[in-house]
């Protein structure tokens, strides 16, 4: 670990300090957060912030809505004084000149965010409060636009150089383990005991991200199973009658599980750092590992299949395992949206992470929800920590599909049962 990561390691065992609250502020919030950005003090500044986080939890969707079309419309760049500082600046370019147009440009609202953030504990308030924005302003042009400021504020606090990855185990705190069951998204946990067979045994490993000033709460976490070969099937995995095997032994790292647990984080991408850190972690501490793996859902399959009339390829009564995995197959590597890029979503993120298609599995999910999405198919994406900069680097210039070719040729059989 760094000297930075330990650094920031310690705040996890802090205490944190509060802020002592004055007597209730009665103006509007509307008004408190104007007051917020022309405040000198630094007291009366942390004072207004937590009047302001404070109010804004008790609210209401309407009354949040009211305070972000506030943000949106009095607290937005004034377009006339922008144009004016680039007119400036262009004709006389000078530090002078450049701070004005900067000054323009930047919303008054992203110097509250900042205001907000100085309060302790604050950042997970604002990170709530982003999630709120999202669901409620959708299809509201002015409110997206709002939260491009958050988004814009968060890819810097949130940037990697900050965040602490820690293993999650059997002892980590019960708090900890609660939010790992609630925020569990691709294969839920059931209870305590089946936490415990995800958790306790040598061949199985979890491990998350967290940020300093969020120390109670993961931001993004992945389950990991050590096995010989390369499985295809999560209820095998998860099988309560499973032998445990040493760690030692094991030759594979699979990535079955990957959650992000924050709604007011979308778009803040964590995965990709965290799958190749962990991977890196785990190889120096086994160096029996020679692969590295995921064992992943095809969320799109279905979807994709009602669209162009194949559904009953994968989910009617005559359906077969072969057929299932080359239309799978045929699904992963031609499947795109407009712009080129792969339709299923866990495809998309694994590709622009270096992995490659490596195999394709039937019966591989069989619970309701993995029949539903993609009829029980499973996907391996193989990550070779020797080539994953180079994968990304050719997937984001061709956007085609690498694929190992047992993948190729099974997509192209699935040709004859689109004819």
Known sequence: MSILAELLS??????????????????????????????????????????ILARFKTLDDDGKLAFFRHLASEMNIAPDEVRQTLDTYE???SRASYRAFMAASEPRRQELVRRLNRLPNATGALVRMRADLLRLGRGEPELEALDIDFRHLFLSWFNRGFLVLRPINWESPAHILEKIIAYEAVHAIDSWDDLRRRLEPEDRRCFAFFHPSMPDEPLIFVEVALTRGIPGSVQALLAQDRTAMPAAE???????????CQTGLAS???????IKQVASDLAAELPGLATFVTLSPIPGLVKWAQSEGLDRDITGPDATPETLRALAAHYLLNAKRPGGLPYDPVARFHLGNGAIVHKVHADADTSDKGRAQSGGAMVNYLYDLQNVAQNHERFATTQDVPASAEVKSLASTARSVQA
Request: net charge negative.
């Open 91 to 93: 004709k006389n370019p």
């Open 250 to 260: 094991a030759d594979t790292a699979t990535f079955y599980s990957i959650s992000n």
């Open 10 to 51: 310690t705040v996890f065992e802090r205490r944190h300090r509060t802020v002592q609250s004055a007597a209730s502020d009665g103006r509007p919030l509307e008004e408190l957060a104007d007051a917020l950005v022309g405040s000198a003090g630094e007291t009366s500044g942390l004072a207004l912030a937590g009047e």
């Open 268 to 274: 803040i991408s964590f995965g990709n750092s965290l």
